[in-house]
C-alpha cells in the first residue's frame, strides 16, 4: 500500500471546470511534489514544496495553481484546462533535507482526462 | 545537460534471462542514481539507488553498475520474472535538500513466461 494517498483517482472535466486533485502523506516529509507523465513517457516536474513554501514552478501554466495548507496536504486546483492536459497526476514526497537518497515516494495518481 | 539518456525503449526477455537496461548523464553536479519501476496504474517506485563512488550494488536479483569516467550506469536483472513485467526508468539527482530528480526516457520491459 502507498503511503502517499491521492484523490481522486479519476477525473472527467470540461474545459470551463474548476477542480482540484488532492494528496495527502503522513510520513513526516517536508517536500512534496507534483509530477504529470504522460502516456509512455518519464514524470515531469511540475512544481516542488519544501517546507510548505513553494521552491520550484517549472513554468507551468496558470490554469495549474498548487496550494500546501500544511505539511502533509498537497493540492493541485485546475481552471480552464485543455485537452493536451489529459495524463496521469502523480504526487510525491521525500525529506526535505539530510543526505540524498534519490527517493521520493509516489502516489498512485490520478488519471485526469479533458473534454 | 540536464538530460538523462536511457536504452532500449523496450526490451522483451525470455523467463529466467537477463535484463540490462544503460542509461548515460552529462551533468558531474549528479551525486545519486536512482532506478525506479512503475506497473500500470501505480506510482513509481524506488528499486535501487547508487551513489558515483561505489561501482556496483547488489539488491537480489537487481544489480547497478556504475562507470563514473564513461558516465554511464545500467540495471541488470538477474533470472528476470514475469513479475518484473513493468517501466524501468533510471534518474540522477544532484542532491541538495530536496529531490530534484532527472528521469531517464524509460525502458518498458516485457519478460515472456
Known amino acids: 500500500d502507498t503511503e502517499v494517498t491521492q484523490t481522486p483517482k479519476h477525473l472527467v472535466m470540461g474545459m470551463t471546470n474548476k477542480k482540484s486533485l488532492k494528496c495527502e502523506q503522513h510520513m513526516g516529509h517536508r517536500a512534496m511534489y507534483w509530477y504529470k507523465q504522460k502516456a509512455k513517457k518519464p514524470p515531469e516536474l511540475m512544481f516542488v514544496?519544501?517546507?510548505?513554501?513553494?521552491?520550484i514552478n517549472e513554468s507551468v501554466p496558470s490554469r495549474f495553481s498548487p496550494e500546501c495548507p500544511n505539511s502533509s496536504l498537497l493540492n493541485l486546483h485546475l481552471h480552464a484546462l485543455q485537452p493536451e492536459d489529459s495524463a496521469l497526476y502523480l504526487c510525491?514526497?521525500?525529506?526535505?533535507?539530510?543526505?540524498?537518497?534519490?527517493?521520493?515516494?509516489f502516489g498512485e495518481g490520478s488519471r485526469l482526462t479533458v473534454l | 545537460q540536464q538530460q538523462v539518456k536511457q536504452s532500449p525503449q523496450s526490451l522483451i526477455v525470455q523467463k529466467g534471462g537477463i535484463s540490462i537496461i544503460n542509461c548515460a548523464y552529462e551533468n558531474t553536479a549528479f551525486d545519486y542514481f536512482p532506478w525506479y519501476q512503475q506497473f500500470p496504474g501505480k506510482g513509481p517506485a524506488l528499486l535501487i539507488a547508487?551513489?558515483?563512488?561505489?561501482s556496483e550494488k547488489k539488491e537480489g536479483r537487481f544489480t547497478i553498475s556504475f562507470n563514473k569516467s564513461a558516465k554511464q550506469f545500467s540495471l541488470h536483472i538477474m533470472d528476470s520474472q514475469p513479475g518484473d513485467s513493468a517501466t524501468y526508468f533510471c534518474?540522477?539527482?544532484?542532491?541538495?535538500?530536496?529531490?530534484?530528480?532527472?528521469f531517464g526516457t524509460g525502458t518498458r520491459l516485457l519478460v515472456s513466461p
Open positions: 547508487i551513489r558515483p563512488d561505489v
Open positions: 510525491a514526497s521525500s525529506q526535505a533535507s539530510g543526505p540524498n537518497t534519490g527517493e521520493l515516494f
Open positions: 514544496y519544501s517546507y510548505e513554501k513553494l521552491s
Open positions: 534518474a540522477a539527482t544532484p542532491g541538495g535538500g530536496f529531490q530534484k530528480l532527472v
